[in-house]
């Protein structure tokens, strides 16, 4: 596709259950991340991915989040046993190169709502 | 990375310039500024980014002092269509992350 696609665009999860954020990067993309948005502030890091490999996992909350990216594309955010406070917009950004050079756009996806009940 | 300091909110009439500031006092010499943009509900834009020279793009330029501890983005003719909530951020050449403050909440009026 032309942009980041996320899948499902709104999630509503009783708290306790177990939830997957799905990210379709753009084709090609090497570098991969996840961001949590609480309402009315700005992005929070969450991890990064450089093709399959998971590089930096420091902005995960707790052990209940865990992202995968298998082949180096399409990746996953799981929530295990979900809970109010991890109720926030969660982002997915691709970059065509390895940002540590510097000067590499980050496009983002529309994002994941997920509300915990 | 460097902390940028921005302004809550502004306003901007319909085809005039708007300029939005933003401090980072404490930038390093190999640290870029980045302006990203959120539209209400969706996912940031980016926009622009800059070492120290100026830049411009179809959608904006970058106006970094001399000095580097600020920058202005300026939309030439803003449209209602721009208004979102502009972020800038200060990241460094090795590191990857973006970092973001609460950025300016940007209303073009008509």
């Known amino acids: 596709g032309a942009g980041v696609s996320q899948s499902p665009r709104y999630k509503v999860a009783k708290r306790g259950q177990d939830v997957a954020l799905r990210c379709d990067p753009i084709?090609?993309?090497?570098?991969l991340f996840w961001y949590q948005q609480a309402l009315g502030q700005g992005p929070e890091f969450l991890t990064y991915?450089?093709?399959?490999?998971?590089?930096?996992k420091s902005g995960l909350p707790s052990d209940r989040f865990f992202a995968e990216r298998p082949e180096g594309s399409v990746s996953t955010l799981k929530i295990q046993r979900t809970q109010q406070e991890d109720s926030a917009v969660y982002l997915c950004?691709?970059?065509?190169?390895?940002?540590?050079?510097?000067?590499?756009?980050?496009?983002f996806g529309q994002g994941t709502r997920l509300t915990v009940v | 990375d460097a902390k940028t300091t921005q302004p809550t909110s502004m306003d901007c009439a319909e085809g005039r310039a708007a300029n939005l500031p933003c401090n980072h006092s404490?930038?390093?010499?190999?640290?870029?500024v980045y302006w990203y943009r959120q539209i209400h509900s969706q996912g940031p834009q980016y926009i622009i980014h800059?070492?120290?020279?100026?830049e411009t793009n179809e959608m904006a330029s970058l106006i970094i002092t001399e000095d580097r501890k600020s920058s202005t983005l300026i939309l030439p003719h803003a449209t209602l269509r721009d208004t979102a909530v502009y972020y800038c951020?200060?990241?460094?050449?090795?590191?990857?992350?973006?970092?973001w403050g609460a950025g300016t909440k940007l209303i073009i009026k008509p």
């Open positions: 950004a691709s970059s065509l190169g390895y940002l540590y050079q510097g000067k590499t756009e980050a496009f």
């Open positions: 084709s090609g993309h090497v570098s």
């Open positions: 991915f450089q093709n399959e490999a998971q590089l930096d």
């Open positions: 404490t930038i390093s010499g190999n640290e870029y």
């Open positions: 800059g070492l120290k020279n100026n």
């Open positions: 951020i200060v990241r460094g050449y090795s590191n990857y992350q973006l970092i």
